[in-house]
């Protein structure tokens, strides 16, 4: 398992080119609704703009409105706008002056511990202050010490010098309020048109992963389980989702966020916001190391979770099988292998994730809160420009909070987007798979003259399983192909429905080679009959006409009725409207084959391939398919495979196969007479029935006494 899990790594590394080209792919992808996505980028920086002119207003309305009473205040005249009357004065402070107006004598209002006091001069520096028991005020500042007379102010006093300030701090909370709603506006935008823009990229690269999955040869599927294809459309492409909705919304409004902060750092003070700088270089280092750890684990986790979506559908496939021959122990130990290597290696990407999370987004937010206090506790307060304001400070603690949000944001979504990725690489390595694109083009029903001109086919190098294969079939002619098991008899179909294209010769209808044709337009006049037919979920009469509306029920109903099928479903509750279940779970092996019959007759093909189509069938429902056949051969050309020789008795050519080669060939009479292997087979299989027919017959009478 472990070899076969790192030969699957090294296929992604060659099929995606790594991480790298998975991204540019993404982003690819999101240009195709870049519209929607230019837009939401817009609120994005719209409501995170205004989101963090919050801490700004707040400077404003601490270091004016409320701070701003410690700043000089000057005599002014009564009645004027600001002015505040204080013991029969009126004063205005400093920044409420017109450029013209008169100012008196200059008087402060300083806070000293809890109480504010008046002191009615200039004060000359500003340092630590003291209100005494006589009334005055002691300022010191390192040696300086100066005293100055003070009144300490009443609750009505101090409110009367607040009181012009109250219009301008209600008016920037009211634009605070606004700004709050703006921003809650824009980002509901933002994170609605981020979300829906995901999910329409998520519905495109599903619809082209699925495109794709019809687009890949039928080649492809014989390697690789359902299970890991179910996982690619679906687990790993929603992975994806919530790397557009979550991480790259996390990522973008982070970006954004920290650009805006690291702006208004600077904007307040720019040694500070270089010093905070150090944490960019620190984030990217930590994204790399960590992708690179990472990448690994995730790798498996997604390998492991397809080999799990791979047993899972297998062992629902053959639960009958699993049942019968008791291994469900055995299927528990082989999921449990896989289940425990998923567990173990999501174990260390946790370990790893709470290693390198919160801890270290802890240690970073230590060291910026540490420069903070020795900035502010230092050359800040003790520099020639004296001491910060109380707004700029408060400013600075609110950006350095509101800075670690998205860095906490982005560290939680890195273990998504290394899932993200490494799904990514997955789908596109689906997507870069050489397929063949769908053919919408029509041609007319052709004849059905088939011809096999020296085919050979190989399924692996060097292993043919035909060898130059010749024969020709007319437009009416039913050809019959018999063998034993791996003789060739399936491959020669394969080839003619061009599930696989030929290694050498050529295979034609009508006079044109079949590889020049589109596979769809050239499959839209053929029909088959499988030994184990397929049904979908749906309705009797969905299965037969495949839900194409140009097939009208009366064209069902006659198609059902040509095979005998209308007999057989006749105890429906619904008739052909009764519900079909996944595969046909709950009809007859020889209900589900009559359906089958009767889907491919409703599409009128003109070449007919049987492919042991009455292996499943009892012998009464065979006779009704034999009879019916008799009817709806006409005209067609008609390949059979069969392992009962009676059901072929009347075909135009039979050829028998051995080991790849035509070794015999003619019609039945022609055959018996040869005495061949054909002979020898027919012989074995009518000894079974006469044996058969004896080993019921009933015991003979006795013999009468005379």
Same mark, same amino acid.
């Given at each position: %398992?472990?070899?076969?899990?790192?030969?699957?790594?090294?296929?992604?590394?060659?099929?995606?080119?790594?991480?790298?080209?998975?991204?540019?792919?993404?982003?690819?992808?999101?240009?195709?609704?870049?519209?929607?996505?230019?837009?939401?980028?817009?609120?994005?920086?719209?409501?995170?703009?205004?989101?963090?002119?919050?801490?700004?207003?707040?400077?404003?309305?601490?270091?004016?409105?409320?701070?701003?009473?410690?700043?000089? !205040? /000057?005599?002014?005249?009564?009645?004027?706008?600001?002015?505040?009357?204080?013991?029969?004065?009126?004063?205005?402070?400093?920044?409420?002056?017109?450029?013209?107006?008169?100012?008196?004598?200059?008087?402060?209002?300083?806070?000293?511990?809890?109480?504010?006091?008046?002191?009615?001069?200039?004060?000359?520096?500003?340092? &630590?202050?003291?209100?005494?028991?006589?009334?005055?005020?002691? *300022?010191?500042?390192?040696?300086?010490?100066?005293?100055?007379?003070?009144?300490?102010?009443?609750?009505?006093?101090?409110?009367?010098?607040?009181?012009?300030?109250?219009?301008?701090?209600?008016?920037?909370?009211?634009?605070?309020?606004?700004?709050?709603?703006?921003?809650?506006?824009?980002? /509901?935008?933002?994170?609605?048109?981020?979300?829906?823009?995901?999910?329409?990229? *998520?519905?495109?690269?599903?619809?082209?992963?699925?495109?794709?999955?019809?687009?890949?040869?039928?080649?492809?599927?014989?390697?690789?389980?359902?299970?890991?294809?179910?996982?690619?459309?679906?687990?790993?492409?929603?992975?994806?989702?919530?790397?557009?909705?979550?991480?790259?919304?996390?990522?973008?409004?982070?970006?954004?966020?920290?650009?805006?902060?690291?702006?208004?750092?600077?904007?307040?003070?720019?040694?500070?916001?270089?010093?905070?700088?150090?944490?960019?270089?620190?984030?990217?280092?930590?994204?790399?190391? /960590?992708?690179?750890?990472?990448?690994?684990?995730?790798?498996?986790?997604?390998?492991?979770?397809?080999?799990?979506?791979?047993? *899972?559908?297998?062992?629902?496939?053959?639960?009958?099988?699993?049942?019968?021959?008791?291994?469900?122990?055995? %299927?528990?130990?082989?999921?449990?292998?896989?289940?425990?290597?998923?567990?173990?290696?999501?174990?260390?990407?946790?370990?790893?994730? &709470?290693?390198?999370?919160?801890?270290?987004?802890?240690?970073?937010?230590?060291?910026?809160?540490?420069?903070?206090?020795?900035?502010?506790?230092?050359?800040?307060?003790?520099?020639?420009?004296?001491?910060?304001?109380?707004?700029?400070?408060?400013?600075?603690?609110?950006?350095?909070?509101?800075?670690?949000?998205?860095?906490?944001?982005?560290?939680?979504?890195?273990?998504?987007?290394?899932?993200?990725?490494?799904?990514?690489?997955?789908?596109?390595?689906?997507?870069?798979?050489?397929?063949?694109?769908?053919?919408?083009?029509?041609?007319?029903?052709?004849?059905?003259?088939?011809?096999?001109?020296?085919? !050979?086919?190989? /399924?692996?190098?060097?292993?043919?399983?035909?060898?130059?294969?010749?024969?020709?079939?007319?437009?009416?002619?039913?050809? $019959?192909?018999?063998?034993?098991?791996?003789?060739?008899?399936?491959?020669?179909?394969?080839?003619?429905?061009?599930?696989?294209?030929?290694?050498?010769?050529?295979?034609?209808?009508?006079?044109?080679?079949?590889?020049?044709?589109?596979?769809?337009?050239?499959?839209?006049?053929?029909?088959?009959?499988?030994?184990?037919?397929?049904?979908?979920?749906?309705?009797?009469?969905?299965?037969?006409?495949?839900?194409?509306?140009?097939?009208?029920?009366?064209?069902?109903?006659?198609?059902?009725?040509?095979?005998?099928?209308?007999?057989?479903?006749?105890?429906?509750?619904?008739?052909?409207?009764?519900?079909?279940?996944?595969?046909?779970?709950?009809?007859? $092996?020889?209900?589900?084959?009559?359906?089958?019959?009767?889907?491919?007759?409703?599409?009128?093909?003109?070449?007919?391939?049987?492919?042991?189509?009455?292996?499943?069938?009892?012998?009464?429902?065979?006779?009704?398919?034999?009879?019916?056949?008799?009817?709806?051969?006409?005209?067609?050309?008609?390949?059979?495979?069969?392992?009962?020789?009676?059901?072929?008795?009347?075909?135009?050519?039979?050829?028998?196969?051995?080991?790849?080669?035509?070794?015999?060939?003619?019609?039945?009479?022609?055959?018996?007479?040869?005495?061949?292997?054909?002979?020898?087979?027919?012989?074995?299989?009518?000894?079974?029935?006469?044996?058969?027919?004896?080993?019921?017959?009933?015991?003979?009478?006795?013999?009468?006494?005379?």
């Amino acid at each position: %398992m472990e070899n076969e899990l790192d030969q699957y790594d090294l296929d992604i590394d060659r099929g995606s080119r790594g991480k790298s080209a998975a991204a540019l792919r993404l982003f690819r992808y999101a240009l195709q609704f870049k519209a929607p996505l230019i837009a939401a980028m817009l609120m994005l920086a719209v409501s995170v703009g205004t989101e963090l002119a919050g801490p700004l207003i707040a400077k404003r309305i601490i270091d004016v409105h409320i701070s701003g009473i410690e700043q000089p !205040w /000057y005599g002014a005249e009564a009645g004027s706008k600001y002015a505040v009357e204080y013991e029969g004065a009126y004063y205005k402070r400093q920044d409420h002056f017109e450029p013209q107006e008169e100012r008196g004598g200059e008087v402060r209002v300083l806070q000293a511990g809890r109480e504010y006091v008046f002191v009615p001069q200039a004060v000359a520096f500003d340092g &630590s202050r003291t209100l005494q028991d006589n009334g005055t005020l002691l *300022i010191t500042r390192g040696e300086e010490r100066a005293v100055y007379p003070a009144e300490e102010l009443s609750t009505s006093e101090l409110y009367g010098f607040f009181r012009p300030e109250l219009g301008g701090l209600l008016q920037l909370c009211w634009f605070y309020f606004a700004l709050i709603l703006l921003s809650a506006v824009f980002a /509901y935008g933002q994170r609605y048109m981020l979300q829906a823009t995901a999910n329409r990229i *998520i519905r495109r690269m599903r619809t082209d992963v699925f495109g794709q999955v019809n687009r890949l040869p039928v080649r492809y599927f014989d390697n690789l389980p359902a299970g890991k294809v179910v996982s690619r459309i679906t687990n790993d492409t929603e992975s994806i989702r919530e790397l557009y909705v979550t991480v790259l919304a996390n990522f973008f409004t982070g970006t954004i966020y920290m650009a805006g902060i690291f702006g208004a750092l600077f904007f307040l003070d720019v040694q500070l916001a270089a010093i905070c700088l150090f944490i960019v270089p620190v984030l990217l280092v930590w994204i790399y190391l /960590y992708g690179k750890i990472a990448k690994r684990y995730n790798r498996i986790i997604r390998s492991t979770l397809s080999e799990i979506n791979g047993r *899972i559908n297998e062992s629902i496939q053959g639960m009958s099988i699993i049942r019968a021959f008791r291994k469900e122990k055995k %299927m528990e130990q082989e999921f449990e292998e896989y289940n425990e290597r998923n567990f173990t290696y999501k174990n260390k990407l946790l370990s790893l994730n &709470s290693l390198t999370g919160h801890n270290l987004v802890g240690v970073i937010r230590n060291i910026a809160y540490v420069a903070l206090i020795w900035y502010f506790g230092g050359p800040a307060v003790t520099g020639p420009e004296g001491v910060v304001s109380l707004g700029v400070l408060y400013a600075f603690v609110d950006y350095l909070n509101r800075l670690f949000n998205p860095i906490v944001n982005i560290v939680n979504q890195l273990p998504n987007m290394e899932t993200a990725l490494v799904s990514a690489e997955r789908v596109f390595v689906l997507l870069d798979e050489e397929g063949e694109d769908v053919s919408d083009k029509k041609l007319p029903r052709y004849k059905g003259n088939v011809a096999f001109e020296d085919v !050979w086919f190989a /399924y692996k190098d060097n292993e043919n399983v035909l060898k130059g294969i010749n024969f020709e079939a007319k437009q009416g002619q039913t050809v $019959a192909l018999i063998g034993h098991t791996g003789s060739g008899k399936s491959s020669i179909i394969n080839l003619l429905f061009r599930f696989y294209d030929v290694n050498k010769g050529r295979i034609t209808i009508d006079g044109v080679d079949t590889r020049t044709m589109p596979r769809q337009s050239m499959r839209e006049h053929m029909g088959i009959v499988l030994q184990d037919p397929f049904l979908f979920t749906g309705t009797i009469a969905t299965n037969v006409s495949m839900n194409d509306p140009s097939i009208t029920r009366e064209r069902i109903e006659k198609a059902l009725a040509d095979v005998g099928a209308d007999r057989a479903l006749r105890h429906l509750p619904s008739g052909i409207d009764e519900p079909v279940l996944e595969k046909g779970s709950t009809l007859s $092996a020889g209900q589900r084959q009559l359906i089958s019959f009767a889907r491919a007759l409703a599409f009128d093909p003109a070449i007919l391939i049987l492919d042991e189509a009455t292996s499943n069938i009892d012998t009464e429902t065979e006779a009704l398919i034999q009879d019916a056949l008799e009817v709806v051969k006409k005209g067609r050309t008609t390949f059979i495979i069969a392992h009962r020789l009676s059901t072929i008795k009347n075909a135009d050519l039979i050829l028998v196969l051995d080991r790849g080669e035509i070794v015999e060939r003619g019609n039945h009479e022609e055959l018996i007479q040869k005495k061949g292997k054909y002979f020898q087979m027919y012989q074995l299989q009518q000894g079974e029935k006469v044996a058969a027919v004896e080993n019921v017959a009933p015991a003979a009478p006795a013999a009468v006494m005379p």
